[in-house]
C-alpha cells in the first residue's frame, strides 16, 4: 500500500502551492482534486486542453500522482466530453485511478447504472479504473446499494471513505461486504456527530483497516484528506495522519 495525500487538504490554494506544502510535509505521493468549483484545476480546463493540463499536474516537484478525484458540474454530453479529457489526462499523466461521486439519493438505480456503464466504458478505452465514493446522501451511502451497482457495472471500483459509515450514524456500519470492490481509500477520523476530528479521537480503526484490506490483497492508496479546521494545527495533524498510516504498514 502506499500513502499519498490530496490536494483537497489544502482547498484554498492553488495547485502548485497545495504541492509544495505536501512536499514540506513529507509525503511521497498525491491524489489531485479536478473539480469546477475549485482553484487548482477544472475539468473544463482539461477539457480545452489535455496535454496542457497534463504538463501542469506533472510539475509535482517529484511526488507521485497516484489518483484524480473528479467533481463535473456539467451534464448530458458536456460531462461525458470532460470526462473523457479527465480520463485521457489520467492515461497521459500514467494515473490508472479516478474517484467520481455516485448520484444523489433518490436517483432511479437503473438510471445509475447505465451512466456509470457509459463512465466506466470510456474509462477502461483509456486504461483507467473508475471508483465511486462511499458518501453520506448518495446512493453509495449504503454498503448494500454499492455491492449491487458494482456487481451491475463491471469493472466498477469503490473509493472507500470509512467516515461516511460513522458521521451521522447511531452507530458505525459495516463496509467490510464491499472490500473486494475496494480500488482506493480516503482517510480521515470522525465520529457520529462530526466528519472529522483531531487524529485519534474518532471513531475509525485504522490497524483493523488495514488488516481488511490486506486480507483482500490490496495494493493500493490510503489517501489523506484532511481538510483545515479552525483551532487545530492542520500541519501537525497531516503529519500525525502520515506517520499513523506508515506505522501501519
Excluded at 18 to 47: F, K, M, T
Excluded at 185 to 208: A, P, T, W, Y
Excluded at 216 to 236: C, K, M, Q, W
Aim: glycine share 6%; aromatic share 6%.
Amino acid at each position: 500500500m502506499f500513502v499519498a495525500a490530496s490536494t483537497d487538504c489544502f482547498p484554498d490554494l492553488p495547485l502548485m502551492d497545495a504541492i509544495e506544502r505536501l512536499v514540506d510535509l513529507e509525503y511521497s505521493n498525491v491524489v489531485i482534486a479536478v473539480r469546477e468549483s475549485g482553484c487548482q484545476i477544472r475539468p473544463s480546463e482539461v477539457a480545452q486542453d489535455v496535454e496542457k493540463a497534463a504538463s501542469f499536474c506533472c510539475n509535482t516537484h517529484r511526488l507521485n500522482i497516484l489518483g484524480y478525484t473528479l467533481e463535473i458540474e456539467a451534464t448530458g454530453e458536456e460531462y461525458l466530453r470532460q470526462f473523457t479529457a479527465c480520463c485521457r489526462l489520467a492515461k497521459a499523466t500514467k494515473v490508472v485511478q479516478l474517484t467520481i461521486p455516485s448520484a444523489e439519493l433518490g436517483t432511479p438505480f437503473n438510471e445509475e447504472v447505465e451512466d456509470l456503464r457509459k463512465r466506466v466504458q470510456i474509462a477502461s478505452l483509456e486504461g483507467v479504473l473508475v471508483g465511486i465514493k462511499t458518501e453520506t446522501g448518495r446512493l453509495s451511502e449504503d454498503s448494500g446499494t454499492v455491492g449491487v451497482l458494482c456487481d451491475n457495472v463491471k469493472g466498477l471500483g469503490v473509493t472507500l471513505d470509512p467516515s461516511h459509515f460513522v458521521w451521522g450514524r447511531p452507530t458505525m456500519r459495516n463496509y467490510e461486504p464491499i472490500l473486494k470492490y475496494v480500488n482506493h481509500v480516503q482517510l480521515r477520523d470522525s465520529n457520529k456527530d462530526h466528519l472529522q476530528v483531531r487524529i485519534g479521537q474518532g471513531c475509525v480503526e485504522f490497524g483493523k483497516l488495514v488488516t481488511q484490506l490486506q486480507r483482500f490483497d490490496y495494493r493500493r492508496v490510503l489517501e489523506v484528506n484532511l481538510t483545515p479546521a479552525e483551532g487545530i494545527d492542520h500541519s501537525s495533524e497531516m503529519r500525525k495522519m502520515r506517520l499513523l498510516l506508515e506505522s501501519l504498514l
